[in-house]
């Protein structure tokens, strides 16, 4: 089970921190990722975090402003958000890809097994 939190209602140029706490099973095999869901839209890609935690990938429309990170240990996945505008309002949501190569970094939901159930972040302009 993936648990999301962190979201809330913040000003543009602001910053928040989603966190994404695994319960169930350890994390640490399986390459983590952020999704988004923006209002009336479809699911997007945000970030991706290979297990070891040494390769990571971003949107870019976020690259160069957010942050994704892992602690193993703690079976936690971060997002750390900065520079925010109303453009990333949405709910976001983490996942895990269990089968992803080391090293894999998948962009496409599909590609992702399981999910959490989201948290919304709104960004006021």
């Known amino acids: 089970q993936l648990v999301e939190s962190g979201g809330g209602l913040v000003q543009a140029g602001g910053s928040l921190r989603l966190s994404c706490v695994a319960s169930g099973r350890t994390m640490s095999p399986y390459t983590m990722g952020w999704f988004r869901r923006p209002l009336d839209n479809a699911r997007e890609f945000v970030a991706v975090?290979?297990?070891?935690?040494?390769?990571?990938y971003y949107a870019d429309s976020v690259n160069g402003r957010f942050t994704i990170s892992r602690d193993n240990a703690k079976n936690t996945l971060s997002l750390q958000m900065t520079k925010l505008t109303p453009e990333d309002t949405g709910v976001y949501y983490c996942a895990a890809d269990i089968q992803a190569l080391p090293g894999a970094v998948p962009t496409a939901p599909h590609e992702y097994d399981f999910w959490g159930q989201g948290t919304r972040v709104t960004v006021s302009s």
């Open positions: 975090i290979s297990s070891g935690g040494d390769t990571t």
